[in-house]
């Protein structure tokens, strides 16, 4: 019976995260429950949330969603900055993250580590002077801001106030870590 109550509670979380997230790579789904030893338990629970239609499965992209709108409505920045959440995880206790609305943009992850409040942000290549605008305008010097990039060549033409380090993100989910020069 608490194989079963086990079972039920690892489905429940995984439930939890794809719909904190909308869209993940299973590799990250294990990921996250790699941090304290449970990835085991992930595939039997994908397997059990498909087959009961809570969550969809593209059979090509092997990605997982809420659902298939949210599949279609996945972003790539959203999903580099859960491979960056996931390596901050293994640096650092977070306490608390989540997805935030599109009207924050380019804000994607917000987190809270060690009492004090990030943000993780995608800044596409073309959107960095747009970005540099958004912030100007508004105080965001309350939280510690990491930003992916593209590349480390897109890092000198962000001028964000409180950045305290940018990265990049390999298809493989390995992150890079980079500070910029002054």
């Known amino acids: 019976m608490e194989n079963l109550n086990n079972q039920r509670q690892m489905e429940r979380e995984v ?3 794809v719909k ?3 869209t993940l790579y299973k590799r990250q789904i294990y990921a996250f ?8 338990y992930v595939g039997k629970a994908l397997k059990a949330l498909e087959k009961e239609q809570q969550i969809y499965i593209n059979p090509n992209t092997r990605m ?3 659902n298939e709108n949210s599949y279609q409505a996945g972003e790539p920045g959203t999903m580099q900055a859960v491979w960056v959440l996931l390596s901050l995880m293994k640096q650092k206790k977070i306490e608390e993250h989540f997805l935030v609305s599109r009207e924050e943009y380019p804000v994607r992850i917000v987190f809270v580590g060690d009492a004090e409040l990030y943000d993780i ?3 596409s290549r073309k959107d ?14 309350k939280s510690g801001h990491i ?7 897109d890092i000198p033409a962000i001028d964000l106030p409180g950045a305290i380090g940018f990265c990049t993100v390999k298809e493989d989910g390995e992150v890079e870590y980079y500070k910029k020069g002054r």
């Open 64 to 66: 997982v969603a809420a």
């Open 33 to 40: 429950f790699r941090q304290d030893g449970r990835d085991a």
């Open 147 to 153: 930003v992916v990039v593209e590349s480390p060549e």
């Open 128 to 141: 960095a002077g747009l970005a540099d605008r958004m912030f100007a305008k508004r105080d965001m010097e």
């Open 15 to 17: 439930l939890g995260l």
């Open 121 to 123: 942000l995608y800044i």
């Open 20 to 22: 904190r997230y909308n």
